[in-house]
């Protein structure tokens, strides 16, 4: 049984900063990709950022130059640092692992980024 738990959403006004956190736990051998994800309203859930075990990071590019995601394997953590928030940052971000045999998904932290 693998578990994840996200951290760190909330209301934050624009141009606001915000750090998520996703611990994961359980029976977990290695994982390999770490990530990620959003879904607004009405619309698909999209990848946000991901990140390897060998630290190689990729980047919606909606978000490059404004989110930075960074892990810490031996805590078996990803975090994402978002600065310089928009209003069409909101959404539910949720954060994926992958291992060897499958992906989990966390169950997701709102953000909300509003005056």
């Known amino acids: 049984q693998v578990q994840l738990v996200e951290s760190g959403g909330g209301l934050v006004q624009p141009d606001g900063s915000l750090r998520l956190s996703c611990v994961a736990s359980?029976?977990?051998?290695?994982?390999?990709?770490m990530g990620w994800y959003r879904q607004a309203p009405g619309n698909q859930r999209e990848l946000v950022a991901s990140i390897t075990n060998s630290g190689r990071t990729n980047y919606a590019d909606s978000v490059k130059g404004r989110f930075t995601i960074s892990r810490d394997n031996a805590k078996n953590t990803v975090y994402l640092y978002m600065n310089s928030l928009r209003p069409e940052d909101t959404a539910v971000y949720y954060c994926k692992i992958s291992t060897s045999s499958r992906g989990y998904w966390g169950q997701g932290t709102q953000v909300t980024v509003s005056s």
């Open positions: 359980g029976n977990i051998f290695s994982i390999y990709t």
